[in-house]
């Protein structure tokens, strides 16, 4: 069965830095690209960052890019989101995602994180 | 970037009505296009890929049309359990780009 679990949400005050975890398990992880996105409650889903199978690939919105990380670690079938600099327009529910397949949608995810930034 | 929006943004129906939500992209996205159901306090869920691929274990009540700029998503005969809010999404460049949701309330 395939599982994504993430961890690492909590309270942090503005301009501090936060790491996502996405634990993987039912799968190949090290053959699927991966997203991160995020949901303020009763708000919409948007997209944060992508990363390609093997890591050699990223890609971020406009609005995370320079303060956000996303990598992974093959090994131990884990995603990772590093949060630095962090914003209250950050605090959002955050998703792991599987790419089923490349244009194909997220066919997996996580079931979320609740990460709030206030002081 | 690639807007998409969808309508309408919210939607009354009843049990067994034929329902059609409609998503338009700012450009051309070929066929690369995604369709998700989100649940209260749930993660969303993949009903249709790529405009009109049905997701493995989606009920066929579910169907989706389009290529280009205009795409939708029908649901053929409304249950219960398809109240929720709908999301389309395009994957055919990053930023990936979701729809603002279309919320289907029971009637």
């Known amino acids: 069965e395939v599982q994504l679990v993430e961890s690492g949400g909590g309270l942090v005050q503005p301009g501090g830095s936060l790491r996502l975890s996405c634990a993987a398990s039912g799968f190949t992880f090290s053959s699927y690209w991966m997203h991160w996105v995020r949901q303020v409650p009763g708000k919409g889903l948007v997209w944060v960052s992508r990363i390609d199978s093997d890591g050699s690939s990223t890609s971020y919105a406009d609005s995370v890019k320079g303060r956000f990380t996303i990598s992974r670690d093959n090994a131990k079938n884990t995603l990772y989101l590093q949060m630095n600099s962090l914003r209250a327009e950050d605090t959002a529910v955050y998703y792991c995602?599987?790419?089923?397949?490349?244009?194909?949608?997220?066919?997996?995810w996580g079931q979320g994180t609740l990460v709030t930034v206030s002081s | 970037d690639i807007q998409m929006t969808q309508s309408p943004s919210s939607l009354s129906a009843s049990v067994g009505d034929r329902v059609t939500i409609t998503c338009r992209a700012s450009?051309?996205?070929?066929?690369?296009l995604n369709w998700y159901q989100q649940k209260p306090g749930k993660a969303p869920k993949l009903l249709i890929y790529t405009a009109s691929s049905l997701q493995s274990g989606v009920p066929s009540r579910f169907s989706g049309s389009g290529s280009g700029t205009d795409f939708t998503l029908t649901i053929s005969s409304l249950q219960p359990e398809d109240f929720a809010t709908y999301y389309c999404q395009q994957s055919y460049s990053t930023p990936i780009t979701f729809g603002q949701g279309t919320r289907l309330e029971i009637k």
């Open positions: 450009q051309s996205i070929s066929s690369y």
């Open positions: 995602a599987r790419v089923g397949a490349i244009h194909r949608g997220s066919d997996y």
